[in-house]
Structures are given as structure tokens and as C-alpha cells.
């Protein structure tokens, strides 16, 4: 008796510790990261990136971007988006006044019928070399591998977030809502051990 008393109170505490962490997992933070303040930027301005883009990827071309006029934009963010087709859009925040990149973002409107796979996979390509971008030691092929794994993980999740050195990786999978794939730079610092070590 005491044995399975053991056991059940085992598996209720596993398992709350599983629904917190995925909890954690898949809800998106109460605000964007990329708007709190002092967040970092990538060291490039959206008209640099769309023209390096471009030429990088001349079958994907990427449009002018327009503002949004938006209440949640804060003083020191602007938002702007690139209309690619009718399901699929590039968006992006900017820094007020050098308009460097704070998250680039693609999203795909998912649609039924016979072009809903041709459409996902040209949105597979736009995301695979946003990714490649903003990483360029990464091949076409790593790129799109790196994109599937990501994609993986995020499935079916409001939001998930890897980090990979100075760069967060972002999937928000709201399922016949929409797929959104972001960059975003981040803060690197050193370790107090590393810091102390100087």
C-alpha cells in the first residue's frame, strides 16, 4: 500500500511539473521581446536587408515594406510589412529613427484547395532564407533542414522560441490561423565566472 502510495504521488508531481513546463513552452510571452526596452537590433536597416535579400534570392523577391499605423507601437518601434502574395506576408519591427532590424518575420495564410501545397512550400522557401540571412554560415540545404526542425518543434504551439548564439529563432503555429517564422538578434553577455576571470 505504501508502494503505490509512493507511485501515485510520483506521477502527480511528474506530471504537474510536465503541464508547467510545457505550459512555459507554449505561451507566448506578455510582451514581445523585441519591444522592451534597450532591446538589440540587428546592425542592418530594412531597406539594406530587402536589396542584400533580393539579390541573394532572385526568385524571392521581397517588396518595399510600408509602416503599419498601429496603437501598440511604442516610441522607440515602428512596424512595417511586404505583401509577398495573397497568403503570404513579411513583416518586421523596426528601431524609430535607424529603422534596424529588432525581428524580421514571415507568415503564412494557410489555403484550401489544390495550390494549398505549392503555397506552403513557397512559404518554406521565404522562411528558409530569412533563416540563411540572418545566418549565413548556413548552406540552402542546412538552412531548410534547420527551418524543418524548428517547424517541427513548434507545431501546434502558440509560440516557441529557440536560441542560437546571438539569434532567437520564433514559431508562432496557430494551426488554420496561420504559420509565423521570426528572427530576432538577442543580447549575448558573459558569465559572472567569465566576467571575474579578467
Sequence with gaps: MKMWFHLIWLGLTLSCASVSLRAAETSAPATAPYVMPGAPSFDQSISLFREGFNSDNPTLSLNEFRAIDGT??????????????????????????????????????????????????????????????????????????????????????????????????????????????AVEPIKLALSETLGGAN
Design 72 to 181: 501598440r507601437d511604442t516610441p522607440n518601434l515602428t512596424r512595417a510589412a511586404s505583401k509577398i502574395n495573397e497568403n503570404l506576408y513579411a513583416s518586421t519591427a523596426l528601431e524609430r529613427g535607424t529603422l534596424k532590424i529588432k525581428s524580421m518575420q514571415i507568415t503564412w495564410l494557410p489555403i484550401q484547395g489544390p495550390e494549398q501545397k505549392a503555397a506552403k512550400a513557397k512559404a518554406l522557401e521565404y522562411m528558409s532564407a530569412i533563416l540563411r540571412a540572418f545566418t549565413p554560415a548556413l548552406t540552402k540545404s542546412q538552412s531548410q533542414q534547420k527551418l524543418q526542425k524548428l517547424l517541427a518543434a513548434g507545431k501546434n504551439k502558440r509560440y516557441y522560441a529557440e536560441t542560437e548564439g546571438a539569434v532567437r529563432y520564433v514559431v508562432a503555429d496557430n494551426g488554420e490561423k496561420g504559420l509565423t517564422f
